[in-house]
């Protein structure tokens, strides 16, 4: 018998202004399936949902359910559809309960009857598996728990069709794990489930299908059965690529920097660094992993003098002049003038980093402007340097008066990385360095991070994923709630070990799997 | 989909000819729309009206001085306002800066005129306009940088301060109780080549290539910027944000002192409530116009002083209320800055899904 799939999209493109965000995608999902959309960052995956959730409209094709052409205009057509989309920023209402959260904006009839909703919301929850309480409020929930509330909202709303995007970013493995048993359950349940990401072995694991799409077009559909990761890698960038990080042998490791029993406090009076302790070695890249927010920020702000440090000391020992300096308290000017090497790639590159309304010539002289006693601007030595990033690091742009917002995310992130190496530093802090970038970039950061390691410089590298974690660094720092949990040999570890001290400290009983 | 459908776009970057071309446009437009709305309503010549703005600023050899005096002070307050607003910190107050430093200027030359060798009174009189301006300016400044207070409400409200004080200079020192001041041209600024405006032309002059050169080429100029676009880059890269605030408000006072010296010191030789005249606010709109770029900002000024005085000349030739006139004024400056927005965005027009620009 020839299944009638339950969403089928034909020839659908979309394009904002001349760029061309989707281009004849086909798509089609079944009842009781799962489809991966897999695709670098800015190929269209994104755009595509939104078109299906009935935020976008296409600018061509047509799109079936159940076997009838539809025209979904708006969310609440979406709806009727019943296609329910979870998005990867939550918008939820802090000060409500979940329950409230979930029947918000819903039209019943009859009477308000928050009891019988919230037994709604436990059947719905023992059914697939998840585990809520239905009167806990949204700001007193972990990021995990507030996606599951998203999830139960569209579910709660009769969604037959349920899309996903990026769900995983903000989860720890063991969180991962969980969800995926719930999707599963859903899909054993007729439910048709389409989950956009960019991560290969959750694709593998998880769907029954994969939709590859590579700047905004589709090239094509495979079975997840009969495919592997390297198959899946071409799809996605289109040529060959070598997935593995060359990681050397520390050498000549001697303590760069010293942290000691550090603590910072926010302007609320919250505890967000409590008692770290952890040295930098010269010649080895330290990771540093853990839940977005955990204060991974505020700990790379105070060693580079952003952040007001309440208890303890930060210590660099000079390679020069073999002193001790205490950085504590210290603004970034001042810790220059002492003769620290110190770079800094900030996570927010045009809020922090770079200013995106200036062009290239004038970002790099953000470091160097000061230089020289003269009252006017040296513009001269930030050129060549400029022009040489461009080269070295092969940052596509016309020329280097572009302001850097015109920039793709990829070559911004390669003016700042370059800019911060090219002070020659002896200590390098990264903050998610390839967030957002697409896998060439994010190689080209890791074989530059790698250089500066070979170089001698102590490398600390905020990251999110944590196979890249276990294959770039020499050594991972786990932090969790502003503490560090572990400090674990990156060659030794597993995911698995650091899921569990990412979350050692929010839940202390912890869930474990199965 | 047999819908019209439009939508609005984003520009890249517009070429260079492309500019000139919508703004010519968008000036020819706006003559058009004047002319038909002045027929409309007066059932005038609009040609005719048209020739007697250009009279009333070109004129005489009089109007032209006067004409180009005119842009001179409004040009000199822009300036002064200028890298506050580069800073991003919206600075509200020119007029009352320049009132303060009119206020200094009018008392250094009624109470040390008498008693001070004319160049040491020159002299004086600078120094006074200036620190008054500065004054104005760093007071919200300060309070700026240190408790974040909101800089727009704070230098409005120093206007109104500034009003009074010269309000209550003119009830208690001037002594027949009239409340108007007798001009003292003897006790004012130089006058150069038997040109009484000349000296002020050439002071701003001077200071326009001073403030661009400043904002473009010092590194103290670069500082404002990186506030201005981002504080947390700033904050990133070391820049001391609350002395970079108090600092630019230093200049941008020191350079609206220096417009009160000009109007009070250079040209009225007295001073009343409305000296400033609403300058402090058409500054405003001179900066923006001109994209904070001093060079355009001639033009800009320009362009506000010929709409004012050509409007005044047609009120007066054709016996119009001047409601007339500023009716024009306002279709002009509407189709200046309404053009903008064409060369920022562009609107493409989708036809059964297919795109023509």
Known sequence: ?514 | MKKMNFHIVKRDQVSWKYSFLIRALAILASLLVSAVVITLLTQKNPIAIYSSMIKGAFGSSLRIWSLVQNIAVLLCISLAVTPAFKMKFWNCGAEGQVLVGGLATVSVMMFLGDSLPYPALVAVMILASVLAGIIWAVIPAFFKAMWNTNETLFTLMMNYVAIQLVAFFLKYFVKSGSGVLTPMPEYGLPVIFNQPYLLNIITVAVLTAVVYVYLKKTKQGYEISVVGESENTARYIGINVRKVIVRTLVVSGALCGIAGLILVGGTNHTISTTTAGGRGFTAIMVSWLAKFNPIYMILTSFLIVFLEKGAGQVSTDFRLPSAISDIVTGIILFFIIGCEFFLQYKILISKNGKEND
């Open chain 1, 1 to 514: 018998m020839e299944q009638v799939p339950a969403i089928e999209l034909k020839n659908i493109s979309k394009s904002f202004g001349n760029k061309m965000a989707n281009k004849d995608v086909n798509l089609t999902v079944n009842r009781g399936e799962i489809l991966s959309i897999l695709g670098e960052n800015g190929s269209g995956k994104t755009t595509l949902m939104n078109i299906i959730a009935g935020i976008y409209f296409p600018d061509e094709g047509r799109i079936f359910i159940d076997g009838n052409e539809v025209i979904i205009r708006s969310p609440k057509d979406a709806f009727q559809y019943k296609i329910g989309m979870i998005h990867q920023h939550f918008k939820l209402v802090d000060v409500f309960s979940a329950t409230e959260n979930i029947i918000l904006g819903l039209n019943e009839k009859g009477k308000y009857n928050l009891k019988a909703a919230a037994q709604k919301v436990k059947d719905i929850s023992s059914k697939y598996g998840f585990e809520i309480d239905p009167m806990k409020k949204i700001h007193e929930m972990a990021v995990s728990e507030k996606q599951t509330v998203e999830i139960i909202k569209v579910l709660y709303r009769g969604a037959d069709i349920l899309i996903l995007d990026e769900p995983t970013a903000v989860l720890t493995p063991q969180e991962t794990q969980k969800l995926f048993a719930v999707l599963r359950k859903m899909r054993d349940d007729g439910k048709s489930i389409i989950i956009i990401t960019h991560k290969l072995h959750e694709v593998l694991s998880l769907s029954d299908k994969v939709a590859v799409l590579r700047k905004g077009e589709y090239v094509g559909t495979v079975e997840t059965a009969k495919t592997n990761e390297a198959e899946l890698t071409e799809m996605m960038v289109g040529k060959k690529i070598s997935l593995n990080i060359e990681r050397s042998e520390p050498k000549d490791c001697v303590d760069r920097l010293v942290v000691e029993h550090l603590d910072c406090v926010d302007r609320d009076g919250v505890k967000i660094l409590n008692d770290i302790s952890f040295t930098a070695y010269s010649g080895e890249i330290l990771g540093i992993a853990g839940i977005a927010g955990s204060g991974q920020r505020e700990l790379l702000e105070a060693i580079a003098g952003l952040q007001k440090v309440d208890k303890g000391e930060i210590v660099y020992n000079n390679p020069k002049t073999g002193s001790h300096d205490n950085l504590r308290d210290k603004t970034p000017i001042q810790i220059r003038d002492l003769g620290v090497r110190l770079s800094f790639v900030p996570e927010d590159r045009l809020g922090m980093g770079l200013v995106g309304n200036m062009d290239i010539i004038d970002n790099m002289m953000l470091r160097s402007y000061r230089k020289g006693k003269s009252a006017f601007l040296e513009r001269k030595a930030p050129k060549d340097l400029a022009e040489k990033i461009i080269k070295d690091l092969e940052v596509v742009t016309p020329d280097a008066r572009t302001p850097v917002r015109r920039l793709s995310g990829g070559n911004i992130q390669k003016v700042l990385v370059g800019r911060e190496i090219a002070a020659s530093p002896t200590v390098l802090m990264a903050a998610y360095p390839v967030r957002g970038l697409d896998i060439g970039a994010s190689y080209t950061i890791y074989n530059l991070l790698n250089k500066q390691k070979e170089k001698g410089v102590a490398v600390i590298f905020v990251g999110e994923d944590l196979d890249v974690l276990i294959e770039l660094c020499d050594r991972i720092l786990v932090i969790g709630s502003g503490s560090i949990t572990g400090i674990v040999d990156a060659r030794t570890t597993t995911k698995e070990e650091i899921g569990l001290l990412m979350t050692k400290v929010r839940d202390a009983q912890g869930g474990e799997e199965k």
